[in-house]
């Protein structure tokens, strides 16, 4: 307390304090380098009214040496070269220069880019300056096109593409609505590694005529040139079902892989990036005195809850033969009947039906509503009877309006 600066603040601000930082140890490098050059040792005191440094230095020069001190690793740095040239010539021990340590590898998986056949994409391609766009859709020479467009397919079968591009940029002057030129000039940029002009060509081509078997093939070859996966599937398989070529094929089927790697990819990213399930137990209900497990339907039951909590019906579940009969009969209330004979199990029955339903209505044998699978009680009217003496005629009457059914025939 009480000093200029404290260590954590000269860390955290060390590039706006270096400059001054700097000029003190090279003030007190050339005070003490003065000394030295004038005497074979250091005075043990300087006078009293000699003053080497004003307070500010002072302060500096303390919070450079409780800077380094601190962080003696920056003796090693480029700027305080000088200073760690000087406390050598002194005798002095430098703290060994730490190895660059690399950063620990990212634990998240997905930050590394899946797998992709790369092949023939090009990633340093040249543009071209001089592209020739044409006038598509306009008036032009046919038959001049035609020529051209002839001579440099030429060209490019004996490997001239170059001079090949020269002839097509003429030829698209004279196209009008021809795809043929765009089509073979996409081919040309292809092969002369510039897949952005032979996506542009192609898509000319394709404007013109959309059944262009040649443009579909070779602006989906641009697009694999340029991993733009999806469109070249779509380029290349349209291309196949116009005209099958086994080149085609091996470059769609490149494509195909690398989008599925694609999909799978960014789907585990989105897998990892949504937070995981909470965990929830299912509910496997309350645990009776014996072990017996109630059913989740009957644990959140209120009344068997309270069932529960009497000493007679925990005691009787105790009993291996009522505890047997008692799941038989939550799993299936009609075996009620089946334990009703059992004096020791009717007994205990009884006692459940009076808690869980009052004691009457319901299933047979008083079942009640509480009890799961039991029917609710309630007094249902007597059920109506048909008079044995009414006849079909009668009711046929009846429903027709008629006095008697023999008016209906």
């Known amino acids: 307390p009480g000093r200029p600066c404290a260590v954590s603040?000269?860390?955290?601000?060390?590039?706006?304090?270096?400059?001054?930082?700097?000029?003190?140890?090279?003030?007190?490098?050339?005070?003490?380098?003065?000394?030295?050059?004038?005497?074979?040792?250091?005075?043990?005191?300087?006078?009293?009214?000699?003053?080497?440094?004003?307070?500010?230095?002072?302060?500096?020069?303390?919070?450079?040496?409780?800077?380094?001190?601190?962080?003696?690793?920056?003796?090693?740095?480029?700027?305080?070269?000088?200073?760690?040239?000087?406390?050598?010539?002194?005798?002095?021990?430098?703290?060994?220069?730490?190895?660059?340590?690399?950063?620990?590898?990212?634990?998240?998986?997905?930050?590394?880019?899946?797998?992709?056949?790369?092949?023939?994409?090009?990633?340093?391609?040249?543009t071209v300056a001089d592209y020739v766009a044409g006038n598509p859709g306009q008036a032009g020479d046919r038959e001049a096109c035609m020529g051209l467009a002839s001579s440099a397919r030429q060209l490019l079968n004996s490997g001239k593409v170059a001079d090949a591009i020269d002839l097509l940029n003429q030829a698209v002057l004279k196209a009008g609505d021809s795809a043929r030129p765009y089509a073979l000039r996409c081919q040309a940029y292809v092969l002369s590694h510039q897949p952005s002009a032979a996506i542009r060509d192609g898509t000319v081509a394709l404007d013109l005529n959309p059944d262009s078997g040649a443009a579909l093939k070779w602006r989906g070859r641009a697009y694999l040139m340029t991993q733009q996966w999806e469109l070249a599937v779509k380029d290349l398989a349209a291309a196949n079902q116009l005209d099958y070529n086994e080149d085609v094929s091996t470059w769609l089927k490149q494509c195909k892989a690398n989008v599925k790697a694609l999909t799978e990819h960014q789907r585990q990213r989105q897998q990892a990036s949504q937070p995981p399930p909470t965990a929830t137990a299912a509910p496997t209900g309350a645990t009776a005195p014996g072990g017996f497990k109630l059913p989740p339907n009957m644990a959140n039951n209120p009344m068997v809850a309270g069932l529960m909590q009497d000493p007679e019906v925990v005691t009787a579940l105790q009993d291996p033969e009522v505890m047997e009969a008692f799941q038989a009969i939550v799993a299936n209330p009609m075996s009620f009947f089946q334990y009703q004979s059992n004096p020791k199990v009717a007994a205990v029955t009884k006692k459940l039906m009076a808690k869980l339903g009052g004691g009457g209505g319901g299933m047979p044998g008083g079942m009640g509503a509480g009890f799961p699978g039991g029917m609710p009680a309630s007094s249902a009217p007597p059920p109506t009877t048909t008079p044995a003496a009414e006849t079909f005629s009668s009711r046929t009457a009846d429903r027709y309006g008629v006095d008697d059914a023999d008016e209906l025939d």
């Open 9 to 126: 603040s000269c860390f955290h601000s060390f590039q706006e304090q270096l400059p001054g930082l700097l000029r003190a140890l090279q003030l007190a490098f050339q005070v003490y380098s003065t000394l030295l050059l004038t005497s074979s040792s250091l005075p043990a005191a300087l006078p009293l009214d000699t003053a080497i440094m004003d307070s500010s230095q002072q302060a500096s020069l303390l919070a450079a040496v409780e800077l380094l001190q601190a962080q003696p690793q920056l003796l090693h740095t480029p700027e305080l070269a000088f200073f760690s040239e000087y406390l050598q010539s002194l005798g002095a021990n430098l703290p060994p220069k730490a190895s660059p340590t690399a950063e620990p590898a990212a634990e998240d998986e997905m930050s590394t880019a899946p797998d992709l056949d790369t092949t023939d994409v090009v990633l340093d391609e040249v």
